[in-house]
């Protein structure tokens, strides 16, 4: 659960976002809905992400990917055309824990977007998701 301004919690727990900083090997929660028009190369997406190495896991729903990256469990989250109710709470819990949580094209996250593309991870790894794997 999550609070604006008041962080992000697991039970009791404070939780926070990994502090990785290298793009290679990570284990990053991915969702891809290619029946929204999102305007991205997928595959070309997909090329990059396994050039780095990166584990993409699509466990379950959006909000399970999103509360797994925000108590670190994961590195990285990329998520393409959902719909606003799908990540709306995931979003806060991400940002409360110290993701920095974007659309596919740098701009800050709104919950009201539709459709829902999200980049969420710590800053650094944010940076570094944007320009080698999405390619902005």
């Given at each position: 659960?999550?609070?604006?301004?008041?962080?992000?919690?697991?039970?009791?727990?404070?939780?926070?976002?990994?502090?990785?900083?290298?793009?290679?090997?990570?284990?990053?929660?991915?969702?891809?809905?290619?029946?929204?028009?999102?305007?991205?190369?997928?595959?070309?997406?997909?090329?990059?992400?396994?050039?780095?190495?990166?584990?993409?896991?699509?466990?379950?729903?959006?909000?399970?990917?999103?509360?797994?990256?925000?108590?670190?469990?994961?590195?990285a989250?990329?998520?393409n055309?959902?719909?606003?109710?799908?990540?709306?709470?995931?979003?806060?819990?991400?940002?409360?824990?110290?993701?920095?949580?974007?659309?596919?094209?740098?701009?800050?996250?709104?919950?009201?977007?539709?459709?829902q593309?999200?980049?969420?991870?710590?800053?650094?790894?944010?940076?570094?998701?944007?320009?080698?794997?999405?390619?902005?």
């Amino acid at each position: 659960w999550a609070q604006s301004g008041q962080g992000a919690f697991l039970g009791d727990t404070k939780i926070k976002v990994v502090d990785e900083q290298e793009l290679d090997h990570l284990f990053c929660g991915t969702i891809f809905n290619a029946s929204r028009k999102s305007g991205k190369n997928f595959f070309g997406i997909y090329e990059r992400i396994d050039e780095h190495g990166i584990w993409r896991i699509n466990p379950g729903p959006a909000v399970q990917l999103m509360g797994y990256t925000a108590a670190a469990r994961f590195d990285a989250l990329i998520i393409n055309g959902l719909s606003p109710w799908d990540l709306a709470a995931g979003g806060l819990i991400l940002q409360e824990a110290g993701a920095k949580v974007t659309d596919w094209q740098g701009q800050a996250w709104h919950w009201a977007a539709d459709p829902q593309d999200m980049i969420a991870a710590n800053p650094e790894l944010h940076g570094k998701i944007m320009r080698e794997i999405i390619g902005v």
